[in-house]
């Protein structure tokens, strides 16, 4: 008597299988070489993503940290991928913040991006007080006069006016930012009814480059958008924000000319066309 046979492994079924997974094995094989490179790809994008993803970023300012309204800019790359990074684009950004002179960027391991910048930072130190109102002065009650022997010099009324004041400091930066400031003196005082605009803050600190360039100016004071400066023994200068940089240039280079025209002068408004003297 024959033994049986199991059905198992005799069965038709079971050959098939067997064919199948030959076959498929089979062609595995020879599909191999020209899946591989797509699986390498794959593998590569997946593995860069997180190798060159930025996760921390190290900023340097002439070899000390670097100060918010710059570390604010580069946050905005935090989780970006270093592949990608356009750094053109993030360096003219960098500069549009403040006078940076060199800016290095590098990758270190592991996904830290580093930034090395080499630059002078000049923020003004502003003392600012918000007010309800903003104080008339007594020129004010004499617009549409050009004597000046009936009101007191802005600059002195205003002096007054900063004895009895409260006032927080800020840095007035180039790019418009207003940000705390940690000094308690500045020869710049900033009266104002709302929040200065990133418009004014720009002119202001515009404004106080310009101006050091020509005059030793003692006291810059601000009535919202009128800037009153003073001078030792000198007539005030007024000037209104935002301002027309050529025209203030040609009066800044002729104010020793100006202050000969008239006797007494205490005020040479620039607020108009040309120059007032009062």
Known sequence: ???????????????????????????????????????????????????????????LLNSGPCPVEISDKLNRYLNSNVLFLNQKKLIASLKNTSPLEKINLGFKLFNTLSVNIEGRLQPLVVQTSLIATLPQLEMDHFLGSTESATFLQ??????????????????????????????????????FTQKPTPTNIKSIYSLYNLVEKYLPIEQYYLLGDRVFLRQASQPDIIVTIPFEEDSLVQVLQSFAYLTTIKKDTKVIDLRFKNPILR
């Not at 079924?13 to 089979?26: A, D, E, Q, T, V």
């Not at 994008?45 to 900023?59: A, E, H, Y």
């Open 1 to 59: 008597m024959q033994p049986k046979r199991s059905r198992l492994l005799s069965g038709t079924p079971y050959k098939r299988g067997l064919r199948h997974l030959s076959f498929i094995f089979s062609a595995g094989k020879r599909r191999l070489p020209a899946v591989l490179p797509v699986l390498l790809l794959i593998l590569f994008l997946v593995l860069g993503l997180n190798l060159f993803s930025i996760r921390q970023i190290d900023c």
């Open 154 to 191: 802005p600059t002195k009324e205003i002096a007054e006016l900063v004895k009895s004041a409260t006032f927080t400091n800020f840095e007035f930066w180039n790019s418009g930012l207003m940000t705390p400031a940690a000094s308690s003196e500045s020869k710049i005082k900033y009266f």
